[in-house]
C-alpha cells in the first residue's frame, strides 16, 4: 500500500475537476454526490480549484427551501491546453480552453517511412505554433501540451522508449521539444490518452472497470481499472496488440510471432485481405489509410472480398477481446483508433458475435461493447488532458512526484 | 469514481491489520510510515482495532530520547478463523489464530469425477468440524470460515456460479454449507485467496503491481493491481486459463479452443507427454498428481521424456506469461499451486527463459518471476483472510455491503 495520502489528494482533485468539466456549473452537493467524497472533502478541494483560479463561482440554485446553493464552474478564460496525436500517418494538434472544448486545429500528414526524430519534432513543433497562432494565445497562457506518440513511453523522463513501427529507441522527444517550444510538456502513448479521454468525456465515465482497445497501424488497450488508469510499474501496461493469438503465427516487429497486432493492426488487415485476394482492386500497397477506406467503402457496397476480410478480421479480433473480457472482467470495451472508426458499426456487429462464441458468459453477460462516441479526435483530447492534470499537480500543494519535468526555455 | 469514503475507510482499516500482522508489536508511528496513511487517521483506525479486540497495547518502545511510543500486536487469542482449499483433488482445511498462525489441519481426498454438492458440501462440514475440534475452539470463537472453491463464484450471493472441471452451475454452496456449520461462511476462489495470501505474507507484500499465477488442474491468474485485489465488475477477472494461446489449437471444456488452460493445466501437460511419449510409464491415466509427480521426479533424474515435457510446457507457458507482462507490467509474477511446487525450480529456469524470448523489453527488464514463498498452503490461508477481513467489515461501522450474507444457523 504504497499509495500515499498525497495521492489521494491528487486523484481526488481531478476527480472533482472531472465532474465539473463534465457538468457546469455544479453545486459542491452534487459534487459529492457525484464522486462519492464527503462534502467537507468537496468544499476544500473546491476552494483549491477556486484559489488557483481554475473555476469560478457562477451564481447559486434553490435547493428546495433550504439556503441556496452555490455554483461553480471551469474557467474557460484561465489558459489554454494543447493536445497532440502523433501517429504513423498524421500529426494532429488542437488547443483547448479550459472546459476542453476546441479553439484551434493543425494537422500535418506523416509517411510512415518518415521516421527521422528531428523531423518529426518539427512538425510536431510546427503544429503546436500554428494552433497558438490562430487562437491568439499568449504563450505564458498555456498551461501545458501533452504529446502522445505510438509505442512505450517513460513519461517522467520524456523519452519515447521503443516505437516498433519508427523503429525508434529511447528518443529524448521532449528534450528535442523543448528547444523549439516555451510551454511545459507531457508525453504519453494513444492508448492512455484515449483511455483519459473516455473517462472524462466518453463511454467510460462512471464507470469502474474499462478497456479501451486503439484500433490504428498498431493496437493496443488502455486499461482503466478501480476507476483509474493502471499503467503498471514501467507506464508499459498495455500492450495486449503484443499478446499472442496464434502461437508460431504471422512474424510482428516487435520479434515475437503470432501477436494480435499482427492480425488486428492495420498492416495485418492488408495481410489477411492480400491474403484472400491477391490481386484485390481494394489493395493500396503504399497506403494503409487508402486501403481501410476503400474496405469500409467496400463493406457498405457488400463488396463479398470486403465482407469476407472484416469478418475474418472479427474472427482474430473477437479471439483477443474474449480474452480481456476473461481476463480483467471489464464493464465496457470502447473500440476506438482510425481503423475502428472507418470500418465503424459493419466492424463492431462482427465483432459483437465473436466475442460471445469465445468468452465465458458470467464475464460476458456483464461487458458492453461499443464505439468509442467521442465526436473529435479522443487522442489530443485525452494528450490534453494530461497537460491539465499535469499543470493540476505542479500548482498544487509540494507535489513534486508528478511535476512537469520538461519545461521549455522561454522563446 | 464509485469508491466511498466508506470503502475508503475499510481498505486502510485492512492495511492497518495487514502491517500489524507483519510486523507485531508495531508503534503507530511505524504503521503511518508503511502504510502512507497520517499519524491521526492510523491512531484512529488502531483505537477502532483496539475497541474491537482485533489488537492489544503490548508496551512501549523507547525513540530516541523522545516520548516512549505506544505498541500494538494482534490479539490472537481475540478468536479463530477458518480457511479452506477445495481443490478438483482435495480439500484441505486450516484452523489460524488472529496471527494467522496454524493451529490445526484437515485433509481429505477428493476424486474430480465425485463432483456431488452434496457430498463435497458434506466433506467440506467434515474438515472445518475436525480443525474445530483439534483445536478446542467454542463454536461462537470461530470469527469466520473461507471457503475457496475452483471457478467463477458470486461471492455475495455464496453461489458457485461456473466450475468448469465438475460441470457445477450456479450452486449454492454456502447456503448448503449453512445446514452443516454455524459459523460465518464467505466463498471466493482459489485465484483470489492466493493472491490475497500473497499480498498479506508472500512474496507480493509491499507490491503494487502483481500478478499471481496459479498452476493447477485449472490455471488462472490472481491480479493485484495498484495495491488492491482486481475482481473486475462480476467477480470474474483472472481467467488467464481462458485465454487464447493457438487461436483453434485444442478444445477446452469452456467451449473455446486453444485455451492456456489446455497446455498449462495438469490434464493439458498430460496431453503433451502422451502425445511426445504415448507409452511413457510417467503416464498415471487415472491420477494427475501421480503424473505430475511422476515428470517432478523424472526431471530430477534428467529423464529425457520428462525433460522435454516440461521444456514444452514452459514454452506454452512462457507464451502465456509473456502476454500478462505485455498486458499488465506487473513487478512481479508469482507460480503458486501444485503444480508449481511440485516441477519447482525446474519449471521455473524453463518459464523465465520462454518469457524472455517474448516479452517486450521494457517491461519485461522491470518483472520479476518467483515461485509462491508460502511454507504453508496459501489458498487456505488466503481464505482465512478473506474471513479476517469479512469479520472485519461485520463489526465495523455500518458497512452492510461487504458483511457476510451467510451466517450458518446455531447446531
Known sequence: M????????????????????????????????????SLATVANLVGELLGLGM???????????????????????????IGVDVAETYIHAELFDLTLTVRARADAEVRPEENDPAEVVARIAAAVSSVVQQA??????????GVSVPGQVDREGGVSV??????????????????????PLHLDNPLRACTVAEQWFGAARGRDDAVVVNLGTGVGAGLALGGTLHRGVSNSAGEWG???LVLDGRPCHCGNQGCVEGYAGAPGIMRTLRELSPDSPLLHPDGQT?????????????????????????????????????????ELIVLSG???????????????EAVAVRALRRP?????????????????????????????????PKNRRTSPRWRGTPV
Chains 1, 2 share one sequence.
Open 364 to 396: 460476458l453477460a456483464n461487458t458492453e461493447i461499443v464505439l468509442c462516441p467521442i465526436p473529435s479526435n479522443p487522442v489530443s483530447l485525452g494528450a490534453a488532458t494530461f497537460a491539465l492534470e499535469g499543470s493540476l499537480a505542479s500548482v498544487g
Open 136 to 145: 491568439g494565445v499568449a504563450a505564458d497562457r498555456v498551461l501545458g501540451v
Open 162 to 183: 521503443f516505437a516498433p513501427n519508427w523503429d525508434w529507441h529511447d528518443v529524448p522527444l521532449l528534450r528535442l521539444l523543448a528547444e523549439h517550444l516555451p510551454h
Open 290 to 330: 487508402a486501403t481501410i477506406e476503400a474496405l469500409g467503402r467496400g463493406l457498405a457496397e457488400g463488396d463479398p472480398v470486403a465482407v469476407k476480410v472484416v469478418h475474418t478480421t472479427a474472427r482474430y479480433l473477437g479471439a483477443a477481446l474474449a480474452d480481456l473480457v476473461n481476463l480483467l472482467n471489464p
Open 338 to 352: 482510425w481503423v475502428a472508426a472507418t470500418l465503424g458499426e459493419p466492424l463492431l456487429a462482427e465483432v459483437r
Open 242 to 244: 503484443h499478446t499472442t
Open 2 to 37: 504504497k499509495r500515499t495520502s498525497r495521492d489521494i489528494r491528487t486523484a481526488n482533485r481531478y476527480g472533482v475537476l472531472r465532474h465539473v468539466v463534465a457538468a457546469s456549473p455544479v453545486s459542491r452537493q452534487e459534487l459529492a454526490a457525484a464522486t462519492g467524497l
Open 55 to 81: 473555476l469560478v463561482e457562477v451564481g447559486f440554485e434553490d435547493s428546495d427551501g433550504g439556503r441556496p446553493r452555490g455554483l461553480v464552474a471551469v474557467n474557460s478564460s484561465k489558459g489554454a491546453l
